[in-house]
């Protein structure tokens, strides 16, 4: 299994558009080669945002060539 996983500091004012935005990729996600499942993690108090995204290692390349092209 690989695990991609990005962490990002969207302050308290910044946190529900940093949270629509992550909301917004997931259904592009679910169309990748082999994803598993996707995480969204958050602590409202400090605006901190923790994306974990799941594949099979054969779909790891698949996920990297998607990340290029955004």
Excluded: N, W
């Excluded at 690989?2 to 990729?25: K, M, N, P």
């Excluded at 996707?38 to 923790?50: F, I, P, Q």
Aim: proline residues 4%; contains cysteine; hydrophobic residues 40%.
């Amino acid at each position: 299994m690989f695990a991609r996983v990005i962490t990002a500091q969207a302050g308290t004012e910044g946190f529900d558009g940093a949270v629509r935005l992550a909301e917004q990729q997931l259904p592009g996600a679910r169309q990748m080669p082999g994803f598993k499942g996707y995480y969204l993690l958050t602590d409202a108090e400090t605006g901190k945002v923790v994306i974990i995204s799941l594949c099979p290692v054969s779909g790891r390349r698949a996920f990297r060539r998607r990340d290029l092209r955004h």
